[in-house]
Nanobody, 113 residues
Framework: QVQLVESGGGLVQPGGSLRLSCAAS????????VTWYRQAPGKEREFVAR????????DYADSLKGRFTISRDDAKNTVYLQMMNLKPEDTAVYYC??????WGQGTQVTVSS
């Protein structure tokens, strides 16, 4: 089955860090760009970060530059999102997506003291 499965979310205090994983199955993720999105309660889904096929190019939402880092490990067929200095407004369900896949269930990130 061709899919991306998100994991790594959880509850973290403000200022903390998390690393989300986006594991591909049924296809070689290195051949495709992968994008992370997030959707906060009551808000529309928004762009977070994107990494090109091969990983040579990355792009971030302006408000997240410097705190979030997208990377990929092609040997593990996985894309990551490292999130640092988390804020309560980062609370959302995080999704990863490629042109090969439909939307998955996402992983919940909650930033709260």
């Amino acid at each position: 089955q061709v899919q991306l499965v998100e994991s790594g979310g959880g509850l973290v205090q403000p200022g903390g860090s998390l690393r989300l994983s986006c594991a591909a199955s049924g296809f070689t993720v290195s051949l495709y760009a992968v994008t992370w999105y997030r959707q906060a309660p009551g808000k529309e889904r928004e762009f977070v970060a994107r990494i090109s096929s091969g990983g040579g190019s990355t792009d971030y939402a302006d408000s997240l530059k410097g705190r979030f880092t997208i990377s990929r490990d092609d040997a593990k067929n996985t894309v990551y999102l490292q999130m640092m200095n988390l804020k309560p407004e980062d609370t959302a369900v995080y999704y990863c997506k490629s042109i090969r896949t439909t939307w998955g269930q996402g992983t919940q990130v909650t930033v709260s003291s």
